[in-house]
Antibody
Framework: EVRLVESGGGLAQPGGSLRLSCAAS????????MHWVRQAPGKGLEWVSYISTSDTVIYYADSVRGRFTISRDNAKNSLYLHMESLRVEDSAVYYC?????????????WGQGTLVTVSS | SFELTQPPSVSVSPGQTASITCSGD??????ASWYQQRPGQSPVLVIY???KRPSRIPERFSGSNSANTATLTISGTQSLDEAAYYCLAWDSNTAVFGGGTKLTVL
């Protein structure tokens, strides 16, 4: 089965850090560009970050640049998001999403999400 | 900065046609995609590259993009289509989502 499964969410204090993981299965992970997208409670979707297949190209949203780091391990079929200097406004469900190979700049597969709560 | 504007809500009667718009500067020169999100679920791709439909998505979903506005059209709307819908386009190397539209089927 083709799927993405996020983990690592939880409660963090403002200024703290957290590392999210996304395990891919059922497809050739190393052939796909990947993204993180988040959704604050009751709010819309917000793109967070992008990484190319061989992690040579990386982009971030302005809201997280300098605080978040995206990475991947193709040998482990895994995507990561290391979050530092967390703020209350970073509280959200974080989804990993696959960019389609023939659907350029389109998210054709999403995980179920992992909830991050930043609170003192 | 580049922004995409969607109406917060759209209502439609079962069996009728629903249209959800997404407006942005020079959007017709970018590819738009659309995502359906039912309550408590992850988003699902329903339209990509303005007009294309993934194979698992019903034919009643269609898309268009012209004159700064992308439009998602759902023909013969069913109760199970009730969900939030988000448009997406790219501005340089940044993905931008619209604010989302809650589709109510009454």
């Amino acid at each position: 089965e083709v799927r993405l499964v996020e983990s690592g969410g939880g409660l963090a204090q403002p200024g703290g850090s957290l590392r999210l993981s996304c395990a891919a299965s059922g497809f050739s992970f190393n052939s796909y560009e990947m993204h993180w997208v988040r959704q604050a409670p009751g709010k819309g979707l917000e793109w967070v970050s992008y990484i190319s297949t061989s992690d040579t190209v990386i982009y971030y949203a302005d809201s997280v640049r300098g605080r978040f780091t995206i990475s991947r391990d193709n040998a482990k079929n895994s995507l990561y998001l290391h979050m530092e200097s967390l703020r209350v406004e970073d509280s959200a469900v974080y989804y990993c999403a696959r960019e389609g190979t023939e659907m350029v700049r389109t998210f054709d597969l999403w995980g179920q999400g992992t909830l991050v709560t930043v609170s003192s | 900065s580049f922004e995409l504007t969607q109406p917060p809500s759209v209502s439609v009667s079962p069996g009728q046609t629903a249209s959800i718009t997404c407006s942005g500067d020079k959007l017709e020169h970018k590819f738009a995609s659309w995502y359906q999100q039912r309550p408590g679920q992850s988003p699902v791709l329903v339209i990509y590259q303005d007009t294309k439909r993934p194979s698992r998505i019903p034919e009643r979903f269609s898309g268009s993009n012209s004159a700064n506005t992308a439009t998602l059209t759902i023909s013969g709307t069913q109760s199970l289509d009730e969900a939030a819908y988000y448009c997406l386009a790219w501005d340089s190397n940044t993905a931008v989502f619209g604010g989302g539209t809650k589709l109510t089927v009454l």
